[in-house]
């Protein structure tokens, strides 16, 4: 149930209102927009008939939310929600543009693609430290060491870092390094993990699973801010169809669909969705083009010796003419780099 509060409504009157709802054992999230304050009811609805919300001084209006996500919907919060990231705010005009290679590998190599896309106009540093391979064989990043070398790249660049949370048990580890907590397509449905993600209060994003549908990505979103944290930004990075010749398939109609859906900030990740370097380009650039608040991109300085997905990594100067690119679409729709 949303309970809209009129324009004006004094503090007490909204906690008032928030205590009378919570008192029928229901949990209250209250989401402050410019012009007015709008409140959620989360939970056994049933319980709300016995009271008379409308009567209560402060209260405009009751509205259902049709929704099975409540909290992460446009019914719950028609204004575009931004994500803080250290003053780099998703959601807002500006398209911003997470890169970095897919794994820390070693100082020398995070410092310098951290630079390196700092330069090009990136505005996060990504890098993964607990890697979810597929193979048990293959690299699994460098753990806790490969942390700290994010640190060393941020006091470097003031780059913010953005890593992945595998295990809900790292969960206050990985916190006191990362600026953005990254849930991976893997884990999606994780929901042990989704909710000690939103415990923390950090921004999260969270990418869409392989096989995913929206409703299903929306539903994990729910997780996160059922536990109080609003900070979630949604990433599509493609899903499995019966097409062969890209890992796999971006679905950029996501990007509008969520727009109409989600009141959260929507960033594009090509590399993961083709996996092919030279077609992470165009699929950026459409990403742009359809509405997407930022892009997730793999950049390497070496990609022929990368640990990890070198062959969908760009090398820096690739990267640094892509963006170009991307400045010149994101003028053309009004929005900036
Ligand atoms: C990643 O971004 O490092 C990653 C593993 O991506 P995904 O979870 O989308 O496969
Ligand atoms: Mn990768």
Known sequence: MIIVLKKGATEQEIEHVAERIKSLGLAVHISKGKERTIMGAIGDEEKLSALPLEAIPGVESVVPILKPYKLVSREFRKEASVVDVLGVRFGETEVVVIAGPCSV???????????????????????????????????????????????????????????????????????????????????????????????????????????????????????????GNANIILCERGIRTFETATRNTLDLSAVPVLKEETHLPIVVDPSHAVGRWALVGPLALAAVAVGADGLMIEVHPDPENALCDGAQSLKPAKFAHLMEDVKKVALAIGRRV
């Open 105 to 227: 590998e070693n100082k020398e190599s995070i410092v310098d693609a951290a630079k390196k896309v700092k330069a090009a106009g990136a505005k996060v540093l990504r890098g993964g430290a607990f890697k979810p391979r597929t193979s048990p064989y293959d690299f699994q990043g460098l753990g806790i060491e490969g942390l700290k070398l994010l640190q060393e790249a941020k006091k470097a660049t003031g780059l913010p870092i953005i890593s992945e949370l595998m295990d809900p048990r790292d969960t206050e580890l990985l916190c006191e390094y990362v600026d953005i907590i990254q849930i991976g397509a893997r884990n999606m449905q994780n929901f042990r993990l989704l909710t000690e993600a939103g415990r923390t209060k950090k921004p999260v994003l969270l990418k869409r699973g392989l096989s995913a549908t929206i409703k299903e990505f929306l539903m994990s979103a729910e997780y996160i801010a059922a536990q």
